[in-house]
């Protein structure tokens, strides 16, 4: 091969590879609505690519590439059913009661491509199957990330990976979870474990658990992009608009996040002219809507929480007294000890760093905040804003032996030397 | 889809009452709800686990029966109902009706392995 058609090949290449990575969830999910099968499905939609790969080099990029993928996948899917006589009696059977359990056909809404990807959120996010692995499942079929970069996000080998992914579809077959969208009456069991999915990826991208790197902004950007697919899909369902806004108003502050050598900055020290105000905008008017015409969701209340934050010229000009108790609502419909650290934070900026020391020390036997980080860090700054640097010296040597990641262990460092530790 | 409900009970104090609350006619009118919705396989409700005998054959031929469960069990199965279904959301509703699946009891919902397919 010439050079110049190997690099024309590598250009063809990134592009088939850039339109799968955003068609890759739709097409899954309208094979796996055709054929109730994700292995199949997905199996398909690999060879679909590389048809594309052969195919598109000499006849071009089609004007519709996920139309001609989609059709390619099918096609592939028809031939394997043709061959395989009890894997099309297996599937003929799944869509028969397929069928008798959904005899109503999925409303056209009118759209170009009718997007099926609302069944697939709700069966990788089922009950019966473990936390993570609904987060992985999420990521794999919905984000369009290969299982390598699945099993980076988790930081498990990928072989570990791959064999986790093989349980859970083996799961989903031999239990038979079925591809649907719940009926409306089990919409408000079943929606939070869907939001819950996203805002894992969504966290695990922004500040990364562990690594060099303190944002994975390629997750946080597929978790919002899903939130946005969630929001489309659902929009009466406030809660996904507080999930989305809650992104929103987080992710606005990326850019400020992290100085020049990728140290960490705090929010006391950030830049407010780097945030990104059509982030905050949007995020603003979704938190309206979250807020709106009911009792407020978790997601809403914390969203309203970053908005305030989002709001402020300055941290002494933030609202701390309605943020303290917009957590005291939180903390009434989500219990959790991490809310109270954020609490007794919040506190702290509102009545001293006394009163807040004082909430941090009454959390100290907590389970669950054994091995966060931020609980030693969020107390080792109130005690050096008291001046009692000794004690804040300790709390960040304990801060760093827990801590995760580069910049952040960067940054505590910084404040131990500060306090002469 | 065929599965089977398993109704896990805390295992009744010798002497003590059948499970409190648990009401017979609940059961007759979950069992007539299946029947009538056309799912239902099989089922039967068991004695309870004083009338359990236990065989164990040995790699040598040895039988040894011996009275009671093999093992101490926090649960008790009290019974079982096969279910034709579409899918798992569905044997899960069934399960979630059940009487069984109430007053500090549960309900494990296990898929029939089906070998011929």
């Known amino acids: ?5 190997a690099g024309a090949g590598a250009s063809v290449r990134a592009s088939v590879e850039a339109v799968f990575r955003e068609e890759r969830g739709r097409l899954l999910a309208s094979l796996v609505r055709r054929f109730g099968d994700l292995d199949l499905a997905e199996e398909v939609t690999s060879e679909a690519v590389e048809a594309a790969l052969v195919h598109w080099p000499v006849d ?5 590439p996920g139309a001609w993928l ?4 099918r096609r592939r899917a028809v031939d394997r059913l043709r061959r395989d006589q009890v894997l099309a009696t297996r599937l003929a059977i799944l869509q028969a009661e397929a069928d008798r359990a959904d005899p109503v056909p ?11 990807r609302l069944a697939l959120f709700f069966t990788c996010a089922h009950p019966a199957l473990a936390a993570d692995d609904r987060v992985a499942l999420t990521l794999r079929c919905l984000a369009g990330l290969t299982t390598g970069e699945v099993a980076r996000a988790f930081l498990v080998p990928p072989a570990t990976m791959a064999q986790r992914i093989v349980r859970v579809k083996k799961r989903i077959r031999a239990a038979r979870i079925p591809f649907r969208v719940p009926a409306p009456d089990e919409l408000p069991g079943r929606l939070p474990g869907v939001l819950q999915v996203i805002y894992s990826v969504f966290t695990e991208g922004y500040a990364a658990s562990s690594g060099p790197d303190l944002q994975r902004l390629d997750l946080a950007d597929e978790a919002i992009r899903l939130a946005r697919i969630l929001r489309r899909l659902l929009p009466a369902e406030r809660e996904v608009a507080g999930l989305l ?3 929103l108003l987080v992710h606005a502050r990326r850019d400020a996040r992290t100085g020049p050598g990728g140290d960490v900055v705090l929010l006391e020290d950030q830049d407010r002219n780097r945030w990104d105000r059509a982030l905050i905008d949007e995020g603003c008017a979704l938190v309206v809507t979250a807020l709106t015409g009911g009792p407020p969701g978790p997601y809403g209340l914390q969203a309203a929480i970053a908005a305030l934050h989002d709001e402020a010229a300055d941290l002494a000009g933030t609202d701390w007294p309605q943020i303290v108790a917009l957590y005291d609502v939180l903390l009434t419909l989500a219990p959790s000890p991490v809310v109270a650290l954020n609490r007794a934070a919040a ?3 509102r009545d001293g760093p006394e009163a807040g020391l004082a909430l941090l020390d009454a959390l100290a036997g907590e389970p669950r905040l054994r091995g966060y980080h931020l609980y030693p860090a969020t107390r080792a700054d109130l005690l050096r804003r008291l001046g009692r640097n000794g004690e804040a010296a300790t709390a960040y040597r304990e801060a760093l032996a827990l801590v995760g990641t580069e ?10 030397d500060s306090v002469g530790g | 889809m065929k599965y089977m409900l398993l109704f896990m009970s805390a295992p009744t104090a010798e002497g003590a009452e059948p499970e409190e609350g648990c009401d017979f006619e609940e059961w007759v009118v979950f069992d007539k709800e299946m ?4 799912i239902w396989v099989s089922g039967h409700p068991l004695q309870d686990l004083t009338t359990c005998t236990t065989v164990k054959v040995g790699a040598d031929g040895e039988r040894t029966v011996t009275d009671g469960p093999f093992a101490e069990t926090r649960e008790v199965l009290g019974g079982y109902d096969v279910i034709d279904v579409p899918n798992l959301d569905v044997a899960l509703d069934w399960a979630a009706r059940s009487p069984g699946a109430r007053y500090g009891a549960s309900v494990q919902v296990r898929p029939i392995a089906d070998f011929g397919s």
């Open chain 1, 1 to 5: 091969m010439s050079e110049a058609a």
């Open chain 1, 60 to 64: 071009g990029v089609p004007d519709r």
């Open chain 1, 70 to 73: 989609l059709t390619t996948a």
């Open chain 1, 106 to 116: 999925a409303a056209d809404t009118g759209r170009d491509l009718p997007d099926e």
């Open chain 1, 245 to 247: 806004a809650l992104m």
């Open chain 1, 347 to 349: 506190v702290a900026m």
């Open chain 1, 407 to 416: 910049p952040e262990r960067a940054h505590l460092r910084r404040r131990l």
């Open chain 2, 35 to 38: 029947k009538d919705a056309g």
